[in-house]
C-alpha cells in the first residue's frame, strides 16, 4: 500500500485546485479506518479522490469503497486516479439525492459512510440515510467540514437528539456519529 502513500503525497500537492480534506484529517480517517475494519464504505463527494485513497489506505483487502461525485471533471480526474484500486473502489457518477432514493443504483448496507459534498444539505442526507436504513448497526458516518460551514448547524439540532456524536475540531472539522 505504499503506491497509495505515494499518490496521497502527490494529490496533496494539488490541494489547491482542488477541494480535498487536509492532510491531518487523511491521516486521522486511515487511522479510524484501522481501527474499524469496514466491510462496506460509501464516500459522497468524490473529488479527485483524495479522501477516498485515505479511505482506502488502511482497508481491508476485501473491503470496498462505493463513491458518489456528480461533478464530470472531478469523477473522470477520480477514476484515473483510482485505476490501479478498481477492484475496491466503486465509482457512482450523479446526484446523491437521487442514488440515495434509488434502491437500483445503491443498494448496499454500509459500516462507514464518509460525506464531503453539499453542506448546505447535511441534514437532508442524514435523514434519506436515515429512511434507506443503509446502515449496518455500530456504524460510522463522519460529515467533513463542520466547523467552517454554518449551515451545518440544523444537522447538529437532529444529532444531539438521536446519535452518540463526537465533534473532532482537526482543521475544517468531523463530526463522527455512532450508529447503534
Not at 490541494?15 to 481501527?35: Q, R
Not at 478498481?86 to 440515495?100: A, D, M, T, Y
Request: charged share 30%.
Amino acid at each position: 500500500m505504499n503506491d497509495i502513500y505515494s499518490l496521497l503525497k502527490s494529490l496533496k500537492k494539488e490541494k489547491k485546485k482542488n477541494w480535498n480534506i487536509s492532510w491531518n484529517l487523511c491521516m486521522f480517517l486511515t487511522n479510524l479506518i484501522e481501527i474499524n475494519k469496514p466491510k462496506r464504505v460509501l464516500e459522497i463527494g468524490t473529488s479527485n479522490g483524495f479522501s477516498t485513497l485515505c479511505l482506502l489506505k488502511n482497508l481491508p483487502l476485501t473491503s470496498k469503497i462505493y463513491t458518489i461525485e456528480i461533478n464530470n471533471t472531478r469523477f473522470e480526474e477520480a477514476k484515473q486516479n483510482f485505476l490501479k484500486y478498481s477492484k475496491n473502489i466503486f465509482q457512482i457518477k450523479g446526484n446523491v439525492f437521487e442514488i440515495l432514493k434509488d434502491k437500483k443504483k445503491l443498494n448496499e448496507k454500509f459500516d462507514l459512510i464518509f460525506i464531503d459534498a453539499a453542506q448546505d444539505r447535511y441534514k437532508e442526507i442524514l435523514l434519506l440515510i436515515e429512511k434507506r436504513c443503509i446502515l449496518n448497526k455500530n456504524s460510522l458516518i463522519i460529515f467533513d467540514n463542520i466547523l467552517t460551514h454554518k449551515s451545518t448547524k440544523s444537522l447538529f439540532d437532529l444529532v444531539k437528539k438521536k446519535y452518540i456524536y463526537e465533534l473532532i475540531e482537526i482543521d475544517s472539522g468531523f463530526l463522527i456519529l455512532k450508529n447503534d
